[in-house]
């Protein structure tokens, strides 16, 4: 199942900066071995905004929770997830 993610992270501002650069090194680590497994589908900057769109893989919902709480930047993020089904058009078969 396909999903459509918006993360928006909202690090404290009076974190301290070697902190927030290791949790945002185990966020990379983490997002690009999903991505090297076909999970994370794709991963777009939403420009001028520390925020997100991104397109993920998951077997059912159960998977995709498990997936976005399992960040590094899980407890400093807003996320809003859409469910995505196959448009009729798409000439893509691997939208699914
Ligand atoms: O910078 C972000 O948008 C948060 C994030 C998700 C994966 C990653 O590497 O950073």
Redesign the pocket.
Known sequence: MLYHVA?T?RLPADMDPAVAGEI?AR??A???ALQQQGVWRH?W?VAGL???V?IFDCRDNAHLHEVLTG?P?YPH?DIAVTPLCRHPSSVREDDR
């Open positions: 993360m992270v945002k966020e990379k983490y997002s690009q991963i900057r520390y925020e997100n991104s960040l930047l993020m």
